[in-house]
């Protein structure tokens, strides 16, 4: 991904290996835009505190460091079995996690280059899908994303993201409308980063005002990534996804979800299936330290809901775009 930097333009991945494998390094995504630090990652506790932690979130970004980080346990001696436990445990509701977990403990004989290998596979499928999903892009498209399913969230490309980095290659002009994503500003801080890094044309907007421009008829379609595909077609991703597919449903405007295949968990079948994490309270109730409600008042803060496939007009994968009976087929 592109990022700006006082000495010029520099290429960085959200994630990745160092030293053989004994460090795993990412961005410290808390600290953006206002400032990029990274964290080194020496061992599996600490993996698992960086997902938990929200250092590196985004399905499958948290999918290539759950890899990488069972890549160290192997490499520094741990007990694997242990260390996966631990790390699965970080985070219910991406499946990315289970599935990266799954994979590198089926294929532990050479750590670091199952890790790199399926690093590697993550970023080919990110950009495949964005070059599926630009072809949705026309001359002028306005698009309303939620959260950021962008290059942080996947190491590169995104996935929601993706159509519009390739849409953008290809000399295509377009507007981005980015939910600010309450209540850890994903939209705002990390989506709105990437946007202006590659130069992409965006407003940020707060959450509650895309029904506004939705009936104004100022957005075209809604892009959006996700953590969980079930058997049926629904899908669970960040708190307000499925506000925003009731509103465009309503407006008849198209609801497209884009996402790898290491995203379909075909043995769930339906979204209500999909454990939802609770998360602290304080997300909701601080912004930046500062308290925003009375300190006694109480919070529900589900990190996640679930958008019913009858809203869903398409899939955006790497095998290409599917309406929802022909996702169902694929399972
Ligand atoms: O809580 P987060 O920031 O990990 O939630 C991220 C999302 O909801 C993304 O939309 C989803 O993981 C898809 S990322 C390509």
Request: charged fraction near 30%; glycine fraction near 6%; include cysteine.
């Amino acid at each position: 991904m592109k990022v700006k930097r006082d000495d010029g333009v520099e290429d960085i991945q959200a994630v990745w290996m160092e030293d053989e494998g004994e460090t795993v390094k990412m961005i410290d995504q808390r600290f953006l835009p206002s400032e990029l630090k990274f964290y080194s990652a020496e061992n599996y506790e600490e993996i698992y505190r960086a997902i938990k932690e929200m250092m590196v979130r985004g399905a499958p970004a948290i999918g290539v460091t759950a890899a990488y980080g069972i890549a160290q346990a192997e490499i520094q001696g741990e007990d694997v079995e242990e260390a996966s436990e631990r790390i699965r445990s970080a985070r219910p509701t991406a499946y990315d996690l289970f599935h990266a977990v799954d994979h590198m403990l089926d294929n532990l004989e050479r750590p670091c280059k199952s890790a790199e290998k399926y690093t590697g596979s993550v970023i080919e499928r990110c950009r495949e899908i964005g070059e599926n999903g630009a072809e949705l892009i026309k001359e002028g498209t306005n698009i309303l994303t939620h959260c950021n399913a962008g290059a942080l969230a996947t190491v590169d490309f995104g996935t929601a993201l993706a159509p519009m980095r390739i849409a953008d290659r290809d000399g295509k002009d377009m507007h981005i409308y980015v939910d600010e994503t309450r209540p850890r500003l994903q939209g705002a801080r990390l989506t709105a980063w990437e946007l202006y890094n590659e130069d992409i044309s965006h407003s940020v907007i707060v959450d509650n005002a895309s029904g506004h421009f939705m009936q104004r008829g100022e957005i075209d379609m809604v892009m959006v990534g996700t953590d969980r595909i079930v058997a049926n077609g629904d899908i669970a991703n960040k708190i307000g996804t499925y506000e925003k597919a009731v509103l465009a449903k309503e407006n008849d405007i198209p609801f497209y979800v884009a996402a790898p295949v290491t995203t379909y968990d075909d043995s769930t079948e339906r979204g209500k299936d999909i454990l939802i994490e609770n998360r602290e309270d304080e997300e909701v109730k601080e912004i930046n330290g500062n308290m925003i409600t009375p300190e006694e008042s109480d919070v529900e803060n589900p990190a996640f809901d679930v958008t019913p496939v009858d809203y869903i007009t398409g899939y955006i994968t790497e095998k290409g775009i599917f309406s929802p009976s022909e996702l169902k087929n694929m399972f």
